[in-house]
């Protein structure tokens, strides 16, 4: 059973950083990835962030490339978001997902949410 577990969320001002961390208590079968998603006030729920947990590949939507980095840790079997120059159009509710590798895309499918952590950037 994947159980995703986030944290690191909370309120910033503009400008400044936030890293956020995911911890799997199960272990997802077989070959996966693991990403972030984010929904803001009365959007969608959309695609921030994957990274690949055989090869290490990872994509971004283009609003976050060059200040939001994604990485992993085999042995806490955690994905983290280090998220840097944080604007008010990043606030959202961030969510944690498992799903099928991409192929260097972004994620479209997800077998598993976490709970999400809220993340508030004020100007």
């Known amino acids: 059973q994947v159980q995703l577990a986030e944290s690191g969320g909370g309120l910033v001002q503009a400008g400044d950083s936030l890293r956020l961390s995911c911890v799997d208590s199960?272990?997802?079968?077989?070959?996966?990835?693991m990403g972030w998603f984010r929904q803001g006030p009365g959007q969608d729920r959309e695609f921030v962030a994957t990274i690949d947990w055989i090869n290490g590949g990872t994509v971004y939507v283009d609003s976050v490339k060059g200040r939001f980095t994604i990485s992993r840790d085999d042995e806490k079997n955690s994905v983290y978001l280090q998220m840097n120059m944080l604007k008010p159009e990043d606030t959202a509710v961030y969510y944690c997902?498992?799903?099928?590798?991409?192929?260097?895309?972004?994620?479209?499918?997800?077998?598993?949410w976490g709970q999400g952590t809220q993340v508030t950037v004020s100007s």
């Open positions: 997902a498992v799903g099928p590798r991409t192929a260097g895309a972004a994620m479209a499918q997800v077998w598993y």
């Open positions: 199960g272990r997802a079968f077989g070959s996966y990835a």
